[in-house]
């Protein structure tokens, strides 16, 4: 059997070899973020529509689970909840912009919650070495979930746009690093 320690110099060779082409994937991200951020509405419509495609899908799925129970119980509860899956995925892609409306109230109130959750946590590790930056983390958090659900329903049209465009970009560059740190490895 061979353990995974010799299979880590074989990868890492194997990945050395092709630095050029993380760098590649990397500035294919880069470049598609920056678009992105050119254009938040597109970038927010087509961040919803891919959402609906994968609840579309992901309800089919459920649908075919459910054909697979033996219950009457199982059957209906899981068909029930593919079909809601495969409805809110048609809404999604059919209207993305109310579907993005939704979606940011969502992610609004969810930073504000987390926020106050990682406050409290950080309330809890006062005193331990670190736990400034966790309420520090815990506040900006607040902030931007209030920025958020304070400008609704106008936020709805560019906040998934920039969220996917920083996303994009902040990959794109990981992946620049990291095939370059291969190339010189």
């Known amino acids: 059997m061979v353990g995974m ?17 993380v760098v590649a994937l990397g500035v294919i991200f ?6 992105a951020l050119g254009s938040v509405v597109t970038a927010t419509v087509a961040s919803v529509f891919v959402v609906g495609v994968m609840m579309t899908l992901s309800g089919i799925a459920e649908i075919v689970h459910g054909f697979q129970m033996r219950s009457w119980g199982r059957f209906f509860l899981w068909v029930l909840i593919g079909a809601l899956y495969v409805v809110a995925g048609f809404i999604a892609f059919s209207n993305p912009l109310l579907a993005s409306l939704v979606l940011t109230l969502m992610l609004g109130i969810g930073l504000i919650a987390a926020g106050i959750v990682r406050g409290v946590l950080a309330v809890q590790l006062r005193g331990t070495s670190g736990w400034g930056w966790i309420l520090l983390s815990a506040i900006i958090t607040v902030i931007v979930g209030l920025m958020i659900v304070g400008g609704w329903p106008t936020t709805s049209l560019y906040v998934l746009g920039i969220f996917l465009g920083v996303d994009l970009v902040f990959a794109g560059v990981g992946w620049i690093a990291a095939g370059l740190a291969l190339r010189n490895a």
Not at 5 to 21: K, N, Q
């Open 5 to 21: 320690t010799e299979w880590a110099p074989d990868r890492g060779s194997e990945l050395r070899m092709r630095w050029g082409w």
């Open 30 to 35: 880069l470049i598609a973020g920056i678009i």
